[in-house]
T-cell receptor, first 114, second 113 residues
Framework: AAGVIQSPRHLIKEKRETATLKCYPI?????VYWYQQGPGQDPQFLIS???????DKGSIPDRFSAQQFSDYHSELNMSSLELGDSALYFC?????????????FGPGTRLTVT | GDSVTQMEGPVTLSEEAFLTINCTYT??????LFWYVQYPGEGLQLLLK?????DKGSNKGFEATYRKETTSFHLEKGSVQVSDSAVYFC????????????FGKGTHLIIQP
């Protein structure tokens, strides 16, 4: 079965640079979520989108922004990168109509800020 | 706000031992509960779920029962294998829809042959 696709899988940036992470949800899923997982930490919810509209917001820094496009893929834009932004970034997707909370995660993008 | 508390790890067991990983939650309303598993270098895989009180989720020999009276969702498996070694996360969703998940800190399980 098709899964969530994230690109790139690995990304190395320097401080103060920008980064863009992409997420392609499972076909027919209309909701995407972004999470950040620091080393040895639990995933922290950043933001979610349903039908291209922001739906729920977690602990997303003001330096980050995200959007969902008409084909339901999503991009997380990160500016003025800091060392502390080094983490695994996961995208998840779901189909909202029958969804009671379960989300399907992609393999993640490992961002390293030097 | 919502929170999930699960037992600290690492938990080290011998192959074929019985496994319990405790998970309790705090939430308003009627959340859905989940267990996710993360193998080294990989993403999170949904292991099992329960969406209402007394529901039992099960998958791959793992089970967990949604206990509203004790606000718990403990993960159990009767006989663990080396391949079960991973990090296990308990999580809740407050009401489905597009709500973000709240995760516990994770329990690192190590199974020795």
């Amino acid at each position: 079965a098709a899964g969530v696709i994230q690109s790139p899988r690995h990304l190395i940036k320097e401080k103060r640079e920008t980064a863009t992470l992409k997420c392609y949800p499972i076909p027919r899923h209309d909701t995407v979520y972004w999470y950040q997982q620091g080393p040895g930490q639990d995933p922290q919810f950043l933001i979610s989108f349903y039908e291209k509209m922001q739906s729920d917001k977690g602990s997303i820094p003001d330096r980050f922004s995200a959007q969902q496009f008409s084909d339901y893929h999503s991009e997380l834009n990160m500016s003025s990168l800091e060392l502390g932004d080094s983490a695994l970034y996961f995208c998840a997707s779901s189909f909202r109509l029958f969804n009671l909370g379960e989300q399907y995660f992609g393999p993640g993008t490992r961002l390293t800020v030097t | 706000g919502d929170s999930v508390t699960q037992m600290e790890g690492p938990v080290t067991l011998s192959e074929e031992a019985f496994l319990t990983i405790n998970c309790t939650y705090t939430a308003t309303g009627y959340p859905s509960l989940f267990w996710y598993v993360q193998y080294p270098g990989e993403g999170l895989q949904l292991l099992l779920k329960a969406t209402k009180a007394d529901d039992k989720g099960s998958n791959k020999g793992f089970e967990a029962t949604y206990r509203k009276e004790t606000t718990s969702f403990h993960l159990e498996k009767g006989s663990v294998q080396v391949s079960d070694s991973a990090v296990y996360f308990c999580a809740l969703s407050p009401g489905g829809g597009a709500d973000g998940l709240t995760f516990g800190k994770g329990t690192h399980l190590i199974i020795q042959p």
